[in-house]
Structure formats: structure tokens, C-alpha cells
């Protein structure tokens, strides 16, 4: 079973929908949530972070965590197509972190 | 406030070489951590460095190395060197404790002949 799990994609919506990501991780001693957006041939650039149980809003974003389901979203409001890029959920545990394989997003105008 | 710079950029090698890649972190950072990122896949965990020692390491064998620096700046060596070493590596770095967020650099791409 792989640690952090995500559905690779691709994943499709209009300009201006929701785009919805999903991850789940194994590890129930995990702390640490991060969504991390990656252009092709670029490095990870961090998105959004959460800790607690519950919703994190920042602008567009909100991050969405349920440890007890072991599970962890990404929204994505008024999706545009500057968004299309790889979505990479990282989970912590003592100090490494590790990362889904990602979901490609393309958003169509 | 300069983020976190790695060089080189690209380096090309050859099966049975070493090589040795850079990584300056963030200013006020003072933990890096290593990752490998193999093409459409996720970045995966090498080490972690944090007041000069190895804090945390993944699943990587012993020919993967690294060192960090009073500066807080690190290195990350790789010894004999097989095809399969062909990624990109990122150099990432935070403040302080476990789990806090970390910001990548452009990474170096490293290619195997």
C-alpha cells in the first residue's frame, strides 16, 4: 500500500468551476498536510498547509483534512487556466515528508 | 529575501562516477532536506539535515550523502553512480521543527550515460 495516495488523473474542468483533489495517507501518526502545485519541468511550489482537522481557507484555495478518514482535499474555486498544472499532497511524520505521485489538472477555458 | 538556490542546474555523468550537488537555503532557514524526482512521479524523501547531522533519512542506500554546513547550506553526494540515479533533485528548506512547510529550489537535473 502506498503511502500517500492519489488519483494520478488527468483531471478536466472549465474556467471558472471547482476543481476538487484528493488524497489519503497510511500513516495515522502523520501531523502535517501540504499541497504543493508543480508546472511541468518546474520545482514543487507550496500552496496550502494544514494541521488540524477541519477547512483552511486562502483566497481560491481551500485545504481540507479528516484524520480520522485519513483523508486530505484540495478545492479549487473559479478554476483559471493559469491553474493546470500537477497537485502533489505531502504528509509528515518525523521529519520526512512524503508525497503523492500527484494529479494533473488541466483547466479548460 | 533570496529562496533556495541549488547548482548546478543540469550536470551530465557517466555509470561509476560521483558527483556532488549544492543547495543554499531560504534566508532564516535552517533545515534542508533532499528529495529525488524521478519523471511523473512524486518527490521522494533522501534526508534530512538539521544543526549539521542527518535528522531523518529515507529509503536511499549508504552511497547517497550529505552534509550541512555551519551557514546552514548542504550537500548532497552520490556515489557510484548507476542509470537509475537519473532525476531531478530537489533541495528544500524550513525553519526549526518537524513538519513545518518547506520551499523547494529549481532543483538540478541529473542525467546518467
Known amino acids: 500500500q502506498k503511502e500517500v495516495e492519489q488519483n494520478s488523473g488527468p483531471l478536466s474542468v472549465p474556467e471558472g468551476a471547482i476543481a476538487s483533489l484528493n488524497c489519503t495517507y497510511s500513516?495515522?501518526?502523520?501531523?502535517?498536510f501540504f499541497w504543493y502545485r508543480q508546472y511541468s519541468g518546474k520545482s514543487p511550489e507550496l500552496i496550502m498547509f494544514?494541521?488540524?482537522?477541519g477547512d483552511k481557507e486562502d483566497g481560491r484555495f481551500t485545504a481540507q483534512l479528516n484524520k480520522a478518514s485519513q483523508y486530505v482535499s484540495l478545492l479549487i474555486r473559479d478554476s483559471q487556466p493559469s491553474d493546470s498544472a500537477t497537485y502533489l499532497c505531502?504528509?509528515?511524520?518525523?521529519?520526512?515528508?512524503?508525497f503523492g505521485a500527484g494529479t494533473r489538472l488541466t483547466v479548460k477555458p | 529575501d533570496a529562496g533556495v538556490t541549488q547548482s548546478p542546474t543540469h550536470l551530465i555523468k557517466t555509470r561509476g562516477q560521483q558527483v556532488t550537488l549544492r543547495c543554499s537555503p531560504k534566508?532564516?532557514?535552517?533545515?534542508v532536506s533532499w528529495y529525488q524526482q524521478a519523471l511523473g512521479q512524486g518527490p521522494q524523501f533522501i534526508f534530512q539535515?538539521?544543526?549539521?547531522?542527518?535528522?531523518q533519512r529515507g529509503n536511499f542506500p549508504d552511497r547517497f550523502s550529505g552534509h550541512q554546513f555551519p551557514n546552514y547550506s548542504s550537500e548532497l553526494n552520490v556515489n557510484a553512480l548507476l542509470l537509475g540515479d537519473s532525476a531531478l533533485y530537489l533541495c528544500?528548506?524550513?525553519?526549526?521543527?518537524?513538519?513545518?512547510?518547506?520551499?523547494f529550489g529549481d532543483g538540478t537535473r541529473l542525467s546518467i550515460l
Open positions: 528544500a528548506s524550513s525553519f526549526g521543527g518537524s513538519g513545518q512547510p518547506q520551499h
Open positions: 500513516d495515522r501518526g502523520s501531523q502535517s
Open positions: 494544514i494541521y488540524s482537522n
Open positions: 505531502a504528509v509528515t511524520a518525523n521529519n520526512d515528508m512524503r
Open positions: 534566508s532564516g532557514h535552517d533545515t
Open positions: 539535515y538539521y544543526e549539521e547531522e542527518e535528522r
